[in-house]
């Protein structure tokens, strides 16, 4: 990196690459041990509720967040646990978020 007044298509690209690293570093430093994140008293509830959404959800399918978490909690009663199960789910790259956060597309 250097400081000039006129920018060169090499900064250009440099300064992208930097971005994807840090990006993507901070990214991973917030997914790792997700089993160990979860409370133990929510363990198992968490473990049910992946089990539910995922027969809820098919592969390939997309399903909006807010609804997703509307059904489970008429179903299990503790949001807590479902936001668990459904992080935990995007953090092994089960589900993907699009559209800011508002759409889930289940990849596997």
Not at 2 to 10: R, T
Not at 45 to 54: F, N, P
Not at 73 to 100: C, P, Q, W, Y
């Amino acid at each position: 990196m250097h400081l000039q007044p006129i920018v060169k298509k090499e900064h250009c690209i440099e300064a992208h690459r930097l971005f994807k690293i840090s990006t993507l570093n901070a990214a991973a430093s917030g997914m790792q041990n997700s089993a160990k994140e979860t409370p133990e008293e929510l363990r198992t509830l968490v473990q049910r509720v992946e089990d539910a959404i995922k027969r809820r959800v098919a592969i390939g399918n997309r399903i909006a967040y807010p609804k997703l978490i509307q059904e489970l909690t008429g179903r299990f009663d503790n949001e807590r646990a479902i936001n668990f199960a459904i992080m935990a789910m995007v953090k092994r790259g089960e589900f993907n978020h699009l559209e800011s956060r508002k759409i889930l597309v289940r990849q596997r």
